[in-house]
């Protein structure tokens, strides 16, 4: 089983739809979670990051974590097409040897259609 | 504030050749971690040098190699270099180790590297 799972996509969305883009994993020791998007032929930039379970909203995003499920989520709403891009999910903490993990998943390919 | 530095940032490469990469992290930045990136196989981890000892190594082959110096900066080299080998090589840093305390990495914009 892999650490981390998350759908490839692609995702297309009308644009102003809400987008649902989402994580599980396994290792109930991350403590921190991220989401980092990347657009194409660029290196991925930090886009929300949470501590624990619970919300965070920095404008048209929010991120949730459910850490009861090992689940994670990002909601875009009123979505556009420069929210195009790939968005891979990210998360930290002790791995099961004891030492420091930063793991990503494969990433999201998001299109908003005009 | 200046973000993390990568050069050079495209490069074509022959087969059997060997390659240097290059990366000037945040300032104050110590810890720098280096990926390799393909379409098929998402983002994998090389390596991470915090303080100028390799702290965590990610499952490539023995080519694969880097530093990091005391002024942080850090260098990732491939020896005999394979056609499989092309793909975007992305440096990252942190204020400290990756993972550690909520320690978040910063990526720099990447070296496509196309070896032919």
């Known amino acids: 089983q892999k650490e981390v799972e998350q759908d490839p996509g692609p995702l297309s969305v009308p644009e102003g739809a809400i987008v649902s883009l989402n994580c599980t994993y396994s290792n109930s020791a991350f403590q921190y979670f991220m989401w980092y998007r990347q657009y194409s032929r660029k290196g991925p930039e930090l886009l929300m990051y949470?501590?624990?379970?619970g919300n965070k909203e920095d404008g048209r995003f929010t991120a949730q974590v459910d850490k009861s499920s090992k689940y994670i989520s990002l909601f875009i709403r009123d979505s556009q097409p420069s929210d195009s891009a790939t968005y891979l999910c990210?998360?930290?903490?002790?791995?099961?040897?004891?030492?420091?993990?930063?793991?990503f998943g494969t990433g999201t390919r998001l299109k908003v259609l005009a | 504030k200046a973000g993390v530095t990568q050069t050079p940032r495209y490069l074509i490469k022959t087969r059997g050749q060997q390659v240097t990469l290059s990366c000037s992290p945040i300032?104050?930045?110590?810890?720098v971690s280096w990926y390799q990136q393909t379409p098929g196989q998402g983002l994998q981890f090389l390596f991470e040098y915090f303080s100028e000892t390799q702290r965590n190594k990610g499952n490539f082959p023995g080519r694969f190699s880097g530093r990091q110096f005391s002024n942080s900066r850090s260098e990732m080299n491939v020896s005999t270099l394979e056609l499989g080998d092309s793909a975007l090589y992305l440096c990252?840093?942190?204020?400290?180790?990756?993972?550690?305390?909520?320690?978040?990495?910063?990526f720099g914009e990447g070296s496509w590297l196309t070896v032919v």
């Open positions: 990252a840093s942190s204020l400290a180790q990756a993972g550690s305390s909520g320690n978040t990495i910063y």
């Open positions: 300032s104050g930045h110590r810890s």
């Open positions: 990210a998360m930290s903490g002790r791995g099961t040897s004891g030492t420091y993990k930063y793991i």
């Open positions: 949470t501590y624990s379970s």
